[in-house]
């Protein structure tokens, strides 16, 4: 079974940083494209990431290129996403997700259950 | 970044009725790399279709997608009261991946 855990999330100021990490298992890891998605509160989805398998390919949303930078080790089955320079808007729950392929232009075919960031003063 | 519009934005209709979504896209999307998910009150987004038309594993054949270069369509062929949730599109073809607004189906 597919099984997605976030940690990482929880109240920064605005400026602040967080590194989130997914754990991942019940499958290989280091054959899927993985990604990082965002949903504000009462909002609709936003994709924010994604890093091809053997993290050759990264890409980044533009309201967040500059800022963010996703990562993994693949000897530990562990997605990451260091967010910088937070902002206010950046407050959203946020997805870890598998790809379907190992390239990154594949749908997201697992979800984590997220974790929360709140960005506030 | 290639926008997707999704409409409408709320659609209201009773169990056993078909569900007709659209989603448009602001330039051809590549290869016809477009999917749609189903999210529901307190639950993760769940993949129903890629491709534009492919069902993922364990997805009703009442669901359906078809479409190309910038419009799609999701169908519903008949509600079921599990089916009452918001859809998303998403287009995978660019190395800016984007999310439409989503498209709520609510009980008439």
């Known amino acids: 079974e597919v099984q997605l855990l976030e940690s990482g999330g929880g109240l920064v100021q605005p400026g602040g940083s967080l590194r989130l990490s997914c754990a991942a298992s019940g499958f290989t890891f280091s054959s899927s494209a993985m990604s990082w998605v965002r949903q504000a509160p009462g909002k609709g989805l936003e994709w924010v990431s994604v890093i091809s398998n053997g993290a050759g390919s990264t890409y980044y949303a533009d309201s967040v290129k500059g800022r963010f930078t996703i990562s993994r080790d693949n000897s530990k089955n562990t997605l990451y996403l260091q967010m910088n320079t937070l902002r206010v808007e950046d407050t959203a729950v946020y997805y870890c997700?598998?790809?379907?392929?190992?390239?990154?232009?594949?749908?997201?075919?697992?979800w984590g259950q997220g974790t929360l960031v709140t960005v506030s003063s | 970044e290639i926008v997707l519009t999704q409409s409408p934005g709320t659609l209201s209709l009773s169990p056993g009725e078909r569900a007709t979504l659209s989603c448009r896209a602001s330039?051809?999307?590549?290869?016809?790399?477009l999917a749609w998910y189903q999210q529901k009150p307190g639950q993760v987004p769940r993949l129903l279709i890629y491709?534009?038309?492919s069902r993922a594993t364990g997805i009703p054949d009442r669901f359906s997608g078809s479409g190309s270069g910038t419009d799609f369509t999701l169908t519903i062929s008949r509600l079921e009261p599990e089916d009452f949730a918001v859809y998303y599109c998403q287009q995978y073809g660019s190395s800016s991946l984007t999310f439409g607004g989503g498209t709520k189906v609510e009980i008439k």
């Open positions: 997700a598998k790809n379907r392929g190992s390239g990154t232009y594949s749908p997201l075919d697992y």
């Open positions: 330039q051809s999307v590549s290869s016809s790399y």
């Open positions: 491709g534009a038309s």
